[in-house]
């Protein structure tokens, strides 16, 4: 496996083909060991990976200190090389309930002076609100980071889950680098509009959830029961009938990747990264194990008779259910 690279929109950095998303270490799946956790991301940052992606709310903090003592742990030459994105924006109870989205320009200063200090950094590589705040609008958001670019707080600017329109008005406020969608076999809604309008302009993705948290890694079995700390307990795609008619879909992708010698795994992210070099796909890994082997997808090549007979397994809106609760489905103007 060697690492590729590819360019975060047309004045974003180079980062690794392939980056970290680093939610799942801090409970949002049920419990993650700390330790495993730390380990999986300088085994990251030894293959070549350099982009580590957070949120703010990601454990109250807990994602960013981790990230910040993995950092601070690793060699020097390697984490000199690792970017950091960061998502802000999200209110959440001790008790972890969503409270909605503050993304006024102070909060926005306030969001990034905590996040410097929990990462113990001097800047953001990317700074993006996690979520359209409704009662803000996308100009006074996006500028409020541009100010921080100017100060050198953040060096670029990334948006998350916004729509078309959304899209053009934040490029018409400051020079955007990507933005983070959720994109993967099953979940296909940006090819569109919103792929359309961030080539037009100019902007990359960072794509989440290539994996359907772990919907269509070929790792989830029929009947298996989630914690109650694991929010896909509560995910439409996890439940019942859903979960049976998902998984059929993942038996046929099983039967494609078998053939090729491949998991399915690795031919879900290699689908994602056959879509564009445009596209960025952030792989979910909490261990070691699961990092190599997605990391494996690097050395999977899809030609077209391969993505013909992945498109005839799983269709576009191919799969049941919703990808989150209705009241999170709500919060997406990305789906609107």
């Not at 601070?72 to 998502?87: C, G, H, I, Q, Y």
């Not at 008005?169 to 940006?190: F, H, K, M, N, V």
């Not at 008779?305 to 989150?324: I, M, N």
């Amino acid at each position: 496996m060697t690492m590729r690279t590819r360019t975060l929109g047309t004045t974003g950095p180079q980062v690794s083909a392939l980056g970290l998303g680093c939610m799942g270490m801090s409970g949002m799946y049920g419990d993650a060991d700390r330790a495993e956790s730390i380990a999986t991301i300088h085994a990251a940052l030894e293959a070549g990976v350099t982009l580590l992606d957070t949120g703010d709310f990601y454990g109250m903090g807990h994602n960013e200190l981790l990230i910040a003592e993995a950092l601070r742990t690793a060699p020097a030459a390697l984490r000199d090389n690792a970017l950091v994105s960061v998502k802000f924006g999200a209110h959440r109870a001790p008790d972890g309930e969503w409270l909605g989205y503050d993304a006024r320009p102070s909060a926005v200063k306030t969001w990034a002076a905590y996040s410097l200090q929990r990462l113990g950094v001097d800047h953001i590589d990317v700074y993006r609100p996690a979520r359209l705040d409704p009662t803000v609008p996308i100009e006074e958001t996006v500028g409020a980071i541009a100010e921080l670019v100017e100060k050198g707080y953040v060096r670029h600017i990334g948006l998350s889950e916004v729509g078309a329109e959304t899209i053009r008005r934040a490029a018409a406020t400051a020079p955007i680098a990507d933005l983070q969608i959720e994109y993967a076999l099953i979940s296909r809604g940006p090819e569109r509009e919103i792929l359309p309008t961030l080539r037009e302009l100019g902007i990359s993705v960072t794509a989440y959830g290539v994996l359907s948290r772990g919907l269509i890694s070929g790792h989830v079995t029929p009947g298996q029961g989630f914690a109650a700390n694991d929010f896909r307990a509560h995910t439409p795609r996890f439940q019942g009938d859903n979960l049976q008619h998902n998984l059929g879909l993942v038996e046929s992708l099983r039967k494609i990747a078998e053939q090729k010698g491949v998991s399915v795994a690795q031919l879900a992210i290699a689908w994602v990264l056959s879509r564009g070099d445009d596209i960025v796909p952030l792989i979910g890994a909490r261990t070691r194990e699961r990092l190599g082997e997605a990391l494996g997808a690097l050395d999977v090549t899809l030609d077209a008779d391969d993505l013909a007979a992945v498109e005839a397994a799983v269709p576009a809106d191919a799969a049941a259910g919703e990808r989150y609760a209705p009241a999170q489905m709500a919060m997406l103007d990305s789906e609107r």
